[in-house]
């Protein structure tokens, strides 16, 4: 459950999310909130209306006070007042060299709301503190109290926490977060809790346990094992032991905290302490006391020498302490998170001085390559209307990345593109100019470079759209063409595919006069469905609802109508898109003059009133409208003369059609039926069916530059068809 709020509201609004079947048997979330239920636990309370952020600032940060403390990702976490005068938990992200913070993107406010509900506090140098856990990816941890309870809030944007229910404790304190798995103890009830933050999908990964040392890397939570030293990975979705490592601590661990490849461990604050390398398999001694932990280094606050020391361990052994900051003693024994962090994401240091100034120190240790330590990669379908393509990869470290999704042809679609430590992918079947892309094959392809250090991460996958734009004659939900035919019977059948340029399933339907002619179209409306057009004898032309399905119609199907008196053209065709407003259009031949005229769809279910857009199309034989046949995005026709030459019509996009253009001669003798009939084949181009005079069907393979390939046989036995659409 994901609660989220309008800060600009006087009241808090609780939505539960609707969620749509998912990968692996879970649950994913489809993207937004419906909102209707209302909470009445501790999350119903007055909202504060959260100021606007500040331009980036330099560093070090100049700050009026500091009440909370966490540096993760290259995210600065605090609790500061905001201009208003009012406390806010506040997330600047620092650059990679750590001279600038960028400008405030607030997880919650942080003082009291009307109700008497407000958040944790513990003691510290400033009076009173907020402990804040950040997850590497902006998200940020902390606890809300009401009525004397405290619950775990997770917050994952300026406006929505994760509304997972948590129990209510006392005594909550956050012993790791990272990306999307958290863990915290409870003193009231003795138990540790690890869960997700259920952000794009519901997982079954909760456990309450006996409290021990935890630490959790991706989706590995560490835990003590049995037997002095011994540590073991749990794989939180795998649901078992994954891995177990001999640390060689001579106790049983109090304390761990893991990191890329390396597993920190103590014995207590002032016990023994070690690093273990899960790569080079190597125990490695480091100095004891309070410490965070880097990617290849720790780091202590000497609190008799008020100063920050550093503990490179990269290369396999402790180097010896060095200072990297003043930070005086102060009166709270244990300041980590408070005062001062660790960047564990390949990142640096940063803490607050007695001044109130924020400092990001660079630790001078070279950090491992670019790694994935977590994913959740979407399956390879996903619906425009209600289950739209999201995954995420936590990374090791900032990065700079790219995903590219490309329809079938190699296009490029849509461009995703972000920064930080989490990538937050979300196709909404939409392009980059905002339009609907059409139905069909895409491929990702997911590109992050590491902003800090070095490492390139790429991987690539498949997904099906559906929901979106139907492609040409795709009366079902996936692009590929469907074929329609008459018998003499009055049946009409729709015959569908599985791309593999041939007419696998069809669906039929009775009861259609002599006479009629059906014209497969697109969506004229807003549902995404394509609608199919229908002649009747008496020359009433009819809309009849798109199903979405690829399922037959009968006469009784819903459906409108656009009019009368059509039976004065000879030639009903759609072409596709000729006017560049996105929809298909209508074009028709006059019978007693060969003019052709373009009916434009008006999207909101009918036909605008005909253009005349060519003159004397007597001479041919055949018209058939046949999509977007060149990759321009504009719909084309084909015609075929009366001495066998078919020939090309491009449409120009603004209701015109430019100069034909010859692509065979000689051709087509024995074809009795050409039809458009869009993409069969799978690979994004329009393709052609035609049928000759002994009944066998045949197909000829669009190129995608406005010609096709030599035809192939796709059936026989097609003569019992009067016609074929």
């Known amino acids: 459950m994901h609660i989220s709020y309008s800060p600009a509201s006087s009241s808090r609004v609780e939505g539960l999310g609707g969620h749509v079947k998912g990968r692996k048997g879970v649950r994913r979330r489809a993207i937004g909130l419906r909102g209707g239920a209302v909470l009445t636990a501790f999350v119903a309370a007055v909202a504060v209306a959260a100021p606007a952020g500040a331009a980036d600032s330099p560093m070090p940060l100049q700050t009026s006070g ?104 006392t005594g909550g304190r956050f012993v790791d977060y990272t990306g999307r798995y958290y863990i915290y103890n409870a003193t009231s009830t003795g138990k540790q809790y690890v869960d997700a933050t259920q952000q794009l999908r519901s997982q079954d990964v909760r456990l309450t346990r006996s409290i021990t040392a935890a630490s959790v890397w ?82 202590r606050h000497d609190r008799t020498a008020g100063k920050l020391l550093l ?31 660790v960047d564990k994401f390949g990142g640096d240091i940063a803490y607050v001085d007695a001044a109130k100034v924020v400092h990001v120190v660079q630790s001078g240790v070279p950090s491992q390559p670019l790694a994935v330590i977590e994913s959740d990669v979407d399956d390879d379908s996903a619906s425009a209307k209600n289950d ?21 042809r190699g296009r490029v679609v849509r461009t995703l593109t972000g920064t930080g430590t989490e990538v937050a992918a979300t196709w909404d079947g939409k392009t980059d100019a905002g339009t609907y892309a059409y139905n069909g094959a895409y491929t990702w392809a997911l ?6 250090g070095t490492g390139t991460y790429t991987q690539s996958g498949r997904v099906g759209l559906a929901g979106a734009r139907p492609g040409h004659h795709d009366l079902g939900d996936y692009s590929y063409g ?48 394509a609608e199919l057009l229908v002649r009747m004898p008496n020359g009433e032309l009819r809309r009849y609802a798109g199903t979405c399905g690829g399922w037959s119609y009968g006469p009784g199907s819903s459906h409108a109508s656009l009019g009368t008196g059509w039976n004065a053209y000879n030639v009903l065709t759609a072409p596709g898109d000729l006017t560049g407003d996105g929809r298909t259009d209508l074009l028709a031949r006059k019978a007693s003059t060969g ?119 796709i059936g026989s036995g097609w003569q019992g068809y009067k016609g074929l659409y």
């Open 66 to 169: 500091v009440w909370g403390f966490d540096y993760t990702g290259g995210v600065l976490s605090t609790v500061e007042k905001a201009p208003n005068g009012s406390p806010y938990v506040t997330n600047r992200q620092i650059s990679s060299d750590g001279s600038k913070a960028g400008e405030r993107d607030y997880r919650g406010f942080a003082g009291t709301f009307a109700s008497g509900r407000h958040v944790q506090e513990v003691a510290c140098d400033a009076g009173r503190c907020v402990p804040l856990r950040g997850a590497g990816n902006g998200d940020v941890g902390y606890f809300a109290v009401d009525g004397g309870k405290e619950s775990a809030q997770l917050w994952l944007s300026e406006r929505s926490f994760n509304g997972a229910v948590e129990p209510a404790v």
């Open 218 to 299: 991706g989706q590995r939570l560490w835990t003590p094992g049995a037997g002095a030293g011994t540590v073991t990975a749990y794989d939180l979705e795998l649901k078992r032991t994954v891995e177990t490592i001999a640390t060689g601590a001579p106790c049983t661990v109090k304390e761990l905290q893991a990191v890329s490849r390396w597993i920190y461990w103590n014995c207590g604050p002032t016990g023994a302490a070690g690093v273990y390398d899960r790569v080079a398999k190597r125990k490695i001694t480091v100095p004891s006391g309070p410490a965070l932990v880097g990617d290849g280094y720790l780091v």
């Open 311 to 341: 503990t490179d361990f990269h290369a396999g052994t402790a180097a010896a302490p060095r200072q990297i900051a003043d930070l005086p003693a102060g009166n709270t024994a244990d300041q980590r998170r408070l005062t001062w962090s």
């Open 388 to 408: 739209l393509w999201a995954s995420t990869w936590q990374f090791s470290k900032p990065t700079a990345w790219t995903l590219a999704l490309k329809d079938a």
């Open 447 to 452: 590109t992050a470079k590491a902003t800090e």
């Open 482 to 529: 469907e074929l329609v035919t008459l018998n003499s019977s009055g049946a009409l059948t729709v015959h569908q595919t599985k791309g593999k340029g041939t007419f696998d399933f069809r669906s039929s339907a009775s009861g259609w006069p002599a006479g009629t002619t059906v014209i497969p179209f697109g969506d004229m409306g807003a549902d995404r469905c």
């Open 595 to 713: 003019d052709m005229y373009l009916f434009a769809n008006n999207g909101a279910g009918k036909l605008r009133a005909g253009v005349k857009v060519g003159s004397a199309w007597k001479g041919y034989t055949k018209i058939v409208g046949a999509g977007d046949l060149t990759g321009d995005g504009f719909g084309d026709v084909l015609a075929r003369d009366t001495a066998g030459s078919l020939w090309r019509y491009d449409g120009a996009g603004d209701g015109t059609l430019k100069a034909r253009v010859k692509i065979l001669s000689q051709w087509g003798a024995t074809y009795n039926a050409i039809v458009g009939v869009g993409d069969i084949t799978g690979d994004g181009r329009n393709d052609l069916v035609v049928r000759d005079t002994a009944g066998n069907l045949f197909r000829n393979s669009g190129l995608g530059n406005g010609t096709f390939a030599p035809r192939v046989k």
